[in-house]
């Protein structure tokens, strides 16, 4: 079977990224020809050369568009209408799919692959990372109504003509079939047609996480003797940033022996690197390879995945909440949503609002006094990993997804 993948964001474990579709892909190429319509914006990035820059038996195709965190909303908006007009051209060069697989964020890079899909009449499956346009419209990005409206009709449209649906959570699962269900809806589809499929995390990179490399490690980072808490990822508008640095500032005045690890890049690095400037037990450090990222999940004893107090933010699935589990470190999150629920029906971590600081710090403060109740509740979220996060199966039931749909 020939699958054709568009995805403007391919990464590979040589990154710091999640590389989600690289482990997807290199099972699903074991089986099926693939042909990825992607970019090269990340392959700049790699801060290794362990891994080839896509899985054997990955077919790329990949345009020159550049793309990051810090730039405006009509300077993003160009990097997408680029993709999608790249992505158009040449899923109509390549040999016919018989299904495409159409990934977004952003919501263009799915358009282009409907697009594709009905001129050479092949069925898709879209795959929905974020909820767009709530997102970006809840973050303030789309502030004309006219705007909002047909977005919110291009989304419809593409889950109505998708014959099949994928999100990486329960929440997001809730709120796509809700504008399918819901009365009166003018974009009607059946909710047998979604399916939740969880981010996850990657068990054998997970398994480099072993004790001599986390010694060596805190060695290397002068961390002998510290308590160490952890933020590994964007240093983005929705991640709640101040939120950490007002808790990691006031739990430096009274625990100065507890360190906090800010690792990435993103809007917030200025802040952070003075933040890091005024305060000794505050350190950013350089993003990691995904490789490489676990050893660092592993030294800390617990992490934070914080996003801002608004609703659409709830269904996340970010990949650090995985990752952080699959070593057996416990997690804090700052969303009343399907994490928290997770977290505490397993008892593998805790939730604290996103708009209390001092609540927060507080929190972290009797967490780190308890050391047995933190590795009891770390112990819990590895065994949750294994059981349910691994990316082999998560690849499994995208394959079969895949198939079903090209019958």
């Known amino acids: ?48 050369h362990e891994f080839p820059w896509v899985p054997e038996g990955v077919e790329l195709h990949a345009a020159d568009i550049a793309y990051e965190n810090r730039m405006g909303v009509a300077r993003r908006g160009l990097a997408f209408a680029q993709y999608a007009a790249y992505a158009l ?42 909820l767009w346009p709530e997102f970006p419209i809840a973050m303030g990005a789309v502030p004309n109504p006219l705007a909002r409206r047909a977005l919110y009709g291009l989304e419809g449209r593409l889950y109505q003509q998708a014959h099949s649906i994928v999100t990486l959570s329960p929440g997001m699962s809730r709120h796509v079939r809700h504008i399918g269900e819901a009365a009166g809806s003018r974009w009607p589809f059946e909710a047998a047609k979604v399916h939740t499929s969880l981010n996850g995390t990657d068990l054998e990179l997970a398994a480099r996480a072993t004790e001599a490399a986390v010694a060596a490690l805190r060695r290397e980072q002068q961390l002998e003797g510290k308590r160490v808490v952890l933020y590994a990822g964007t240093f983005g508008r929705a991640n709640a940033i101040p939120l950490l640095l007002a808790a990691a500032e ?30 000794p037990t505050i350190r950013v450090v350089p993003p990691q390879p995904r490789h490489a990222v676990f050893s660092w999940f592993r030294l800390a004893e617990v992490s934070v995945a914080p996003f801002l107090g608004l609703p659409v933010l709830d269904s996340n699935s970010p990949a650090k909440f995985y990752d952080s589990l699959a070593v057996g470190t416990p997690v804090v999150v700052t969303n009343p949503g399907w994490t928290r629920e997770l977290l505490e029906r397993h008892g593998c971590g805790w939730y604290s609002p996103a708009d209390d600081a001092p609540a927060l710090a507080k929190l972290l403060a009797q967490l780190l006094a308890e050391p047995a109740r933190l590795r009891e509740a770390g112990a819990r979220g590895q065994a949750l990993a294994v059981a349910e996060f691994d990316r082999q199966q998560i690849g499994q039931t995208m394959q079969r997804i895949l198939e079903q749909a090209a019958v």
């Not at 590389?19 to 693939?34: M, N, V």
């Open 250 to 279: 006031a739990l430096a005045a009274t625990h100065p022996n507890v360190v906090w690890l800010f690792m990435g890049l993103g809007f917030y690095a200025d802040e952070l690197a003075a933040a890091a400037r005024r305060t």
């Open 89 to 130: 051209r040449e899923g109509m060069r390549i040999a016919k799919p018989d299904v495409i697989w159409g990934i977004s964020t952003p919501l263009t890079a799915a358009w282009a692959a409907a697009q594709v899909a009905r001129w050479r009449r092949v069925p898709w499956v879209f795959e929905v990372q974020d």
């Open 1 to 48: 079977m020939h699958i054709a993948v568009f995805s403007q964001y391919h990464t590979n474990p040589d990154c710091p990224a999640t590389s989600r579709h690289y482990s997807l892909l290199a099972r699903l190429a074991q089986t099926h020809r693939i042909t990825l319509i992607s970019t090269r914006t990340w392959e700049p990035q790699r801060l290794t």
